[in-house]
């Protein structure tokens, strides 16, 4: 059974960093794609930042890009997003979220978010 | 970016009746497109991959469809555990983005 478990949420002053991680286990960790979304208090979701099994691979949504950066230890299982110069906007739960693929033919491959963790809630306040 | 506009924001419905969700896409995303049901205080839970493939465990009573720039996610017979938050998402190109949701409250 997949599982996913956030941590290192918590509150931070304008300006500083903070440094989020998502635990893996149930399934073989380093085959998979993982995601971050997050969700403003009251808001809807929006999609962070993504790295592929590897980790070669990696994008971000522009509003963090320069300032989040997302990486993995595929030994540890275990996928960060480092977070820095935090703005208020910041302010969201972040989830983390395992990518899974439906082949389209045509060697196209549909990713969908098919597990998530519970969310870890990031304060960005002074 | 791809832009999505869903539609309605939101909805009064009863249990029983037939709900349709839609959504639109501000440039073609051909099938890669998802739908996703959020309840409060909880992560968001997969229905529909694929514009129209059902989620494993996901109650048939959920289907969806469309393909390029416009999708439905249709809910017949509304059940009591169906009144939460619908998004749907494009994974056509990055960002992966979502749809500003929908949701569906108790008449």
């Known amino acids: 059974q997949v599982h996913l478990v956030e941590s290192g949420g918590g509150v931070v002053q304008p300006g500083k960093s903070l440094r989020l991680s998502c635990s893996a286990s149930?399934?073989?960790?380093?085959?998979?794609?993982i995601h971050w979304v997050r969700q403003a208090p009251g808001k809807g979701l929006e999609w962070v930042a993504t790295?592929?099994?590897?980790?070669?691979?990696?994008h971000y949504v522009d509003s963090v890009e320069g300032r989040f950066t997302i990486s993995r230890d595929n030994s540890k299982s275990t996928v960060y997003l480092q977070m820095n110069s935090l703005r208020g906007e910041d302010t969201a739960v972040y989830y983390c979220a395992q990518e899974r693929t439906y082949y389209y033919g045509s060697g196209s491959y549909i990713a969908y978010l098919d597990s998530w963790g519970q969310g870890t809630l990031v304060t960005v306040s002074s | 970016d791809i832009q999505m506009t869903q539609s309605p924001s939101s909805l009064s419905a009863s249990v029983g009746d037939r709900v349709t969700i839609r959504c639109r896409t501000s440039q073609s995303v051909n099938n890669f497109f998802n739908w996703y049901q959020q309840k409060p205080g909880k992560a968001p839970k997969l229905l529909i991959y694929a514009a129209s493939s059902l989620q494993s465990g996901v109650p048939s009573q959920f289907s969806g469809g469309g393909s390029g720039t416009d999708f439905t996610l249709t809910i017949s017979n509304l059940q009591p555990g169906d009144f939460a938050t619908y998004y749907c998402?494009?994974?056509?190109?990055?960002?992966?983005?979502f749809g500003q949701g929908t949701k569906v409250e108790f008449k």
């Open positions: 998402q494009q994974t056509y190109s990055f960002p992966h983005t």
């Open positions: 790295t592929s099994h590897d980790g070669r691979d990696k």
């Open positions: 149930g399934f073989d960790f380093s085959r998979f794609d």
